[in-house]
């Protein structure tokens, strides 16, 4: 086939592509104007795709409500990703560049924050969701952008503060370890568990999540006497549980997001009804999405998180109120993941107030204001350790039987864990290594909180 | 021009579009290459390039200093040479394995091929896990892409062009002209004496080549490599952009990647918010639509309507010529094979 043309043709082709591509881009790079000084640019990160996609709006939701409720945001929709104005923290504008749309992968994460610190200019970056884009965005952070402020949105693996330590970090949720606080000892002295087997997604979180129950039951003389990790985003969880002996006393289980819909039907499918005083949950377990999902089944069983659901205290309902702008949001109140962005752009706003706004000197003054923050949030007391990381109440809640009339199960919150720390009373350190096989379990002294954990009823 | 273009873009543009429209556009485009050099000289549609170059990438992240992963300390540029040709012996490999099978068999043993090492990277945790192997050390010639860019542009630009200027040479040597022959008819191919098996199977070691060149500058460019980059949706987005550009001609690959990060990246600055149907969020619908409409109005991509075009400009200009309306693939000039074939 003779094509004398093409030669010609191509090239004109590539450059008319490359013309076009530099007319695109220099049209857009001119849109990224630098920072003025009455404008504080900030962007916000979460995942809209991916096994925790569905909790985008909870996530974006949550900070905004932050700027609607104290700082004279307007919405400019009905839902949060329609973006906010005209909100002002001590005299400066502040911009929503933009929503980060990850997908739980690192390298999706980091693309997304780049886009928004170095293309649309923000001054600070609050996100990201998930376990690896935390630990990846810290790095980013530390290394890259020293002289911009990062807060974590809901993202809980352990390594993003202990051992990456980046100055510039904030993280004002507990991580996945302190989430499970209070899990261990309960079911060592409560429901008498001596052996237990756990199951987790096969990656940074779980092994978070898991270590915290691991630590605690292991150090009051409980033995775990198996681990199983099937890989994130599996969807026939039916090897992993045969995989699961049935002869301990009881199941930890890690799964997350929307495994743990399929993970607990087909385990039922192979081992009759729950029994939920040989099994437990982390904190998926309690999320409202995940409940109203799963319905009954896991009624009766005990799970843990930061969100004490039932509380109905003043503090609880201001905050409940303050979400109020966005009523889909507002449905999902007691989501860490509402939480865990509501507590971010809570301490942002708290701190850039106690800085007068000023974000110069690379961001230094802002550092240190936020390093010193406490918020006396909805369920407690949240202030910083000196790796920037969240040391807070924990909340051990059982599911209860549906009220009249809904199919979705209650929850009744029964142990309050006070003041949990990331290292669990120096059980890990920035040595730690956390995966399949770690920590080992090992009997040693248990962490402060165990044997002083408040019995609570909120009625 | 386009030479001069290219070679100034570092003074035009400002370090994030350099880095993540042009530089991924030019990684991209070697991984799309790849697979376009295999479906346009040797009729291989493979799914497996995502797979090999991760295989590279994975290898070279192991032997040099990281986090996570085996962190041996090796120097970058032999771990780079090391995970070139572990790549590629793993394409001969799959090559030999895949070579005999044809149409959706060779799509699906190809796809398992990607499958296989999302699954394999995953669970070795030694190797990676789910997190993947962090803080990769570049070269000191690449030094941190992220403070200083055109170091890493001007390597995938230079491999970009060896890519391109090597698959055309190959084409025109004895066993790049076997290849389209077996391309058009294997059958009669086999009978003119050719091992076409071991034809195909070296063609496929040779895409896994280009594959793996991708695979290292992936690894540079985000200093970093985790599974969830080399999933299943990263295998289609390697076949999307070779489609879009035009999976029958070389240059597609490149204009494929151009357009995919252009509009991955723009499309959340411009997509207005329409209810929860249509934002910012929705990349993937936006690709999706353009993938369908290049689909069906030209199978050639946009080097097909740019050809077409073209074609209809030339005949109106010069009267009715010979013209096809479905997109041929790549074919060196009739001389070249008469050439060849002596």
């Known amino acids: 086939m003779l094509r004398p043309q093409r030669n010609v043709e191509f090239r004109r082709l590539l450059a008319t592509a490359a013309l076009g591509l530099l007319a695109v881009t220099a049209c857009t790079s001119n849109s990224t104007s630098t920072t003025t000084s009455n404008v504080i640019k900030i962007g916000i990160l979460s995942d809209c795709l991916g096994d925790f996609g569905s909790f985008y709006n909870d996530d974006i939701g949550g900070a905004l409500s932050v700027l609607a409720a104290h700082y004279g945001g307007k919405a400019s929709g009905a839902l949060p990703k329609d973006g906010m104005t005209g909100a002002k923290i001590a005299g400066k504008d502040i911009q929503i560049v933009g929503f980060g749309c990850s ?11 780049r886009r928004l610190v170095e293309q649309l200019g923000a001054d600070i970056l609050i996100g990201p969701l998930s376990g690896d884009e935390g630990i990846a965005v810290a790095n980013y952070a530390k290394t890259n952008q020293p002289n911009k402020t990062f807060i974590n949105g809901i993202a809980g693996a352990q390594e993003a503060t202990l051992k990456v330590q980046a100055p510039n970090f904030f993280r004002f949720n507990p991580d996945g370890a302190q989430w499970s606080a209070g899990l261990g000892s309960y079911a060592y002295n409560k429901l008498g568990w001596r052996t237990a087997v756990t199951i987790g997604d096969d990656y940074a979180f779980p092994y978070t999540s898991l270590a915290g129950f691991i630590a605690e039951f292991c150090a009051v003389g409980g033995n775990v006497t198996k681990r199983v990790w099937p890989p994130l985003g599996t969807t026939d969880y039916s090897s992993f549980v045969a995989q699961i002996p049935t002869n301990v006393d009881g199941l930890f289980v890690g799964v997350g997001g929307a495994g743990l819909i399929t993970f607990l039907k087909q385990y039922q ?133 549906p009220p009249a009339g809904s199919n979705v199960p209650g929850l009744k919150t029964i142990l309050q864990i006070p003041k949990v720390d990331q290292t669990f009373g120096g059980f890990f350190d920035s040595s730690s290594t956390l995966d399949r096989t770690n920590p080992p379990c090992t009997k040693k002294t248990p962490p402060s909180w165990v044997g002083h954990e408040i019995p609570v009823n909120f009625g | 021009m386009l030479v001069l273009f290219l070679a100034a873009a570092p003074s035009v543009f400002d370090s994030f579009t350099l880095s993540q429209i042009l530089t991924k556009a030019l990684w991209l485009g070697i991984a ?37 992963g085996r ?38 043993l190809t796809l398992a091929i990607s499958v296989i090492v999302f699954y394999f990277f995953a669970q070795v945790t030694t190797l990676s896990g789910y997190g993947g192997i962090r803080s990769v050390t570049p070269p000191a010639l690449i030094g941190n892409p992220v403070a200083n860019p055109a170091p890493l ?190």
């Open chain 2, 71 to 108: 962190h041996l300390g090796w120097d970058p540029i032999a771990a780079t040479a090391a995970g070139i040709a572990v790549a590629t012996l793993f394409g001969l490999l799959c090559g030999a394995i895949a070579a005999r099978s044809y149409g959706i068999y060779f799509l699906m």
């Open chain 1, 269 to 401: 499918q192979a081992n009759g009804k729950l029994n939920s005083n040989k099994v437990m949950g982390n904190l998926f377990w309690i999320d409202p999405q995940l409940l109203a999902a799963i319905g009954t089944p896991m009624v009766g069983a005990v799970a843990a998180n930061m969100i004490a659901a039932d509380d109905t205290s003043a503090q609880t309902k201001a905050y409940v109120q303050e979400l109020s702008v966005y009523p889909a949001t507002q449905k999902d109140a007691a989501s860490v993941f509402t939480l865990g962005y509501w507590n971010a752009m809570t301490a942002l706003g708290m701190a850039l107030t106690s800085v007068n706004g000023d974000i110069s000197g690379n961001q230094k003054a802002l550092q240190a204001a936020l390093a010193k923050v406490v918020i006396d949030g909805p369920y407690g007391k949240v202030s910083l350790d000196s790796n920037r990381q969240a040391i807070a109440d924990n909340w051990v809640t059982q599911i209860t039987p």
């Open chain 2, 32 to 68: 799309a290459a790849s697979l376009i050099f295999l479906s346009s000289y040797g009729g291989m549609i493979s799914l497996g390039q995502t797979g090999i170059y991760a295989v590279a990438g994975f290898t070279m992240a192991n032997l040099v200093h990281a986090a996570n």
């Open chain 1, 103 to 113: 997908d739980s992968t690192a390298s999706k994460a980091i693309e997304e924050t």
């Open chain 2, 153 to 342: 542009y001007y390597a995938a630009l230079v491999a970009s062009i060896l890519v391109y200027a090597g698959i055309r040479y190959l084409a025109r040597t004895p066993f790049g002209l076997v290849l389209q022959g077996i391309r058009d008819d294997p059958a009669r191919m086999q009978a003119l004496g050719f091992n076409v098996p071991l034809h195909r199977a070296l063609a496929f070691g040779v895409g896994a080549f280009i594959a793996s060149i991708a695979g290292i500058l992936s690894v540079w460019y985000t200093t970093q490599i985790s599974p969830g980059g080399v999933n299943l949706a990263q295998t289609i987005n390697v076949l999307v952009i070779a489609v879009i550009g035009g999976l029958y001609r070389l240059e597609g690959a490149w204009i494929g990647a151009a357009v995919f990060s252009t509009i991955d990246n723009y499309s959340r600055l411009w997509m207005p918010n329409v209810g929860d149907w249509l934002g910012p969020d929705r990349f993937e619908t936006v690709i999706g639509v353009i993938f369908l409409v290049i689909v069906l109005a030209s199978p050639g991509g946009l080097v097909g309507i740019w050809e077409s075009v073209w074609a209809r400009r030339n005949r109106t200009r010069r009267g009715p010529t010979e013209s096809s309306g479905t997109p041929a693939p790549e074919t060196v000039d009739n001389d070249v094979d008469h050439h060849a074939a002596v």
